[in-house]
Nanobody, 120 residues
Framework: QVQLQESGGRSVQPGGSLRLSCAASGFSISGYAMSWVRQAPGKGLEWVAA???????YFADSVSGRFTISGDNDKNTLYLELNSLKTEDTAMYFCAKSTGWSFALGMDYWGEGTLVTISS
């Protein structure tokens, strides 16, 4: 069965960096678009970044230039590199699998999330 397990979240000071990982099982990430979505305390879900099966990447304006999304097909793992972190990046970060090659097709599986806290 499809499973997604995020890791790497922790408390970091503003301006710091983190790398989140999402280990996938039950399918090959190379065949699907994958996304990162976050939820800040008391707020709704915010799409952060996506990578299509062909490797094209997309980012929300709020993180463009600071975050990088990538995948390791051999390890079947999705990554999100977070740089120049701001307090407003504090959130639970989820990875999600799309139903097909493009993230625009929608997401059908989600992980349980990993918590990122940005605080001085």
């Amino acid at each position: 069965q499809v499973q997604l397990q995020e890791s790497g979240g922790r408390s970091v000071q503003p301006g710091g960096s983190l790398r989140l990982s999402c280990a996938a099982s039950g399918f090959s990430i190379s065949g699907y678009a994958m996304s990162w979505v976050r939820q800040a305390p008391g707020k709704g879900l915010e799409w952060v970044a996506a990578i299509n099966s062909g490797g094209t990447t997309y980012f929300a304006d709020s993180v463009s230039g600071r975050f990088t999304i990538s995948g390791d097909n051999d390890k079947n793992t999705l990554y999100l590199e977070l740089n120049s972190l701001k307090t407003e990046d504090t959130a639970m970060y989820f990875c999600a699998k799309s139903t097909g090659w493009s993230f625009a097709l929608g997401m059908d599986y989600w992980g349980e999330g990993t918590l990122v806290t940005i605080s001085s």
